[in-house]
């Protein structure tokens, strides 16, 4: 079955820094996986998705994430953090399929 | 353009009551569609989704249900609101294969 953790239910940084969002996942065969933001009382958007094509993923806002198969990880990266930045993320995982497990979700909180 | 609608945005209803949530699609056709619940610092709970009109699978044993009438809507609802169906409501759609999952902009229910 797969599944997908998400380490830190809070993170903050100052704004400037390096943003580092992890997420592990467990799969049988290899996932899609993908990164949301959700800004308060907003739905989901789309950050950025990997679908096997590159395992360096460029996605919207300067975002970008590294797919590692040896450690099963799908971290999310951000090299200068902005108050804007400051929302709650979601890691998924999917096999293609109609079902898509998203981890509990990040809190990132940028100070000034 | 792909746009996704969700209504009401807020909505308070007493324990007891029924409910009636509303979601629908443009500028696509035949989407698979999706009901997740949102509980705070749990992540998404999918509830249902569907493949095409009338075809509904559940994911979770509840009071709720769901349906398809068009090719492009999809209503979540309960005869019998408990307090534990406070959460936010969130409807996606998703074109099929890789399911990159669209969100609406979600439902606010408070059950009192």
């Known amino acids: 079955a797969q599944s997908v953790t998400q380490l830190g239910s809070h993170v903050s940084v100052s704004e400037g820094a390096l943003v580092l969002l992890r997420c592990n996942y467990s799969?049988?065969?290899?996932?899609?996986l993908f990164w949301y933001v959700q800004y308060p009382n907003q739905g989901l958007q789309l950050l950025l998705k990997?679908?096997?094509?590159?395992?360096l993923v460029k996605g919207i806002n300067g975002f970008e994430a590294e797919f590692k198969k040896s450690e099963t990880s799908f971290h999310l990266t951000k090299p200068s953090a902005h108050m804007s930045d400051a929302a709650e993320y979601f890691c998924?995982?999917?096999?293609?399929?109609?079902?898509?497990?998203f981890g509990a979700g990040t809190r990132l909180f940028v100070k000034a | 353009s792909q746009t996704i609608h969700q209504w009401p945005a807020t909505l308070v209803q007493p324990v007891g009551s029924p409910l009636s949530l509303e979601c629908t699609v443009e500028?696509?056709?035949?989407?698979?569609l999706y009901w997740y619940r949102q509980a705070a610092g749990r992540g998404l709970q999918l509830l249902f989704y569907?493949?095409?009109?009338?075809?509904i699978s559940s994911e979770v044993p509840q009071n709720l249900s769901a349906s398809r009438p068009q090719d492009r809507q999809f209503i979540l609802s309960s005869k019998k609101l408990l307090l534990s169906d406070s959460g936010f409501y969130l409807c996606?759609?998703?074109?099929?294969?890789?399911?990159?999952?669209?969100f609406g902009p979600g439902t606010r229910l408070l059950v009192l």
């Open positions: 990997y679908t096997s094509a590159a395992t």
């Open positions: 996606a759609w998703g074109p099929g294969g890789q399911e990159t999952q669209y």
């Open positions: 569907s493949v095409g009109i009338g075809q």
């Open positions: 799969s049988s065969v290899p996932p899609y």
């Open positions: 500028g696509t056709s035949n989407p698979n």
């Open positions: 998924a995982v999917s096999l293609g399929g109609f079902k898509t497990i």
